[in-house]
């Protein structure tokens, strides 16, 4: 009964406004004004000699430099951003370093109590999909979207880290990094 008297309210104000000013309906019923034409000014031209200073831009390019490091580390540091899977007795932790920080970009853990709610145990297969579930999306969020992932071959074989690697290629992620072009050799 409340909603037939709040429609019958909105109707009876409705038709004082349309009582009102006639013209609103005349206005709505005419046919829409011209367009301006759009007009070049000179404050609003690109410059010629515009240099871009954003790294990531470079990286996403693929024109940036990457560190080589030795030949005789591993794993190797030819890379712009690395993904880590660690997995203790008790959590599952990813992280993405990038490769001039020692600090991680973006990270996800079954220690966060928003992904530890939602499991039944944090050591689990179905623990390692979450994360690559959850990593993948901040990671799209952060704007990475392709990252060097060196699973360590014996460790590989698992099914947690396969399940964490098909999670993060299900949510989008690239797991290589496109080689560096060089202009002008």
């Known amino acids: 009964m409340a909603a037939l008297g709040d429609i019958s309210r909105l109707t009876r104000l409705l038709f004082r406004q ?6 609103i309906f005349a206005r709505c019923s005419s046919q829409a004004a011209s367009q301006p034409k759009p007009v070049a000014d000179d404050h609003e031209a690109v410059s010629p000699t515009f240099v871009n200073r954003n790294p990531r831009n470079l990286e996403q390019m693929a024109l940036a430099v990457k560190d080589r ?3 005789t ?8 951003h ?3 899977l660690t997995r203790s007795n008790h959590h599952v932790t990813a992280e993405v370093f990038h490769s001039d920080s020692p600090s991680p970009v973006v990270s996800c853990s079954t220690k966060e109590w928003a992904v530890k709610r939602e ?15 959850v990593l993948a999306q901040r990671c799209h969020q952060a704007g990475v979207t392709h ?3 060196h699973a360590i ?6 099914s947690s880290v396969q ?4 999670a993060l290629k299900d949510g989008g992620l690239t797991l290589s990094e496109p080689r560096r072009k060089y202009i002008g050799v």
């Open 147 to 149: 990252m060097v992932f």
């Open 153 to 158: 071959p014996w460790q590989f074989r698992s």
């Open 82 to 84: 690395r993904l880590v």
């Open 119 to 133: 499991l039944y145990s944090t050591r689990s297969v179905a623990a390692c999909q979450a994360v690559g579930e």
């Open 163 to 166: 399940s964490f690697w098909t």
């Open 18 to 23: 349309t009582q009102r000013s006639p013209s």
């Open 73 to 80: 580390t591993w794993p190797h540091r030819e890379y712009y």
């Open 69 to 71: 490091g030795w030949r």
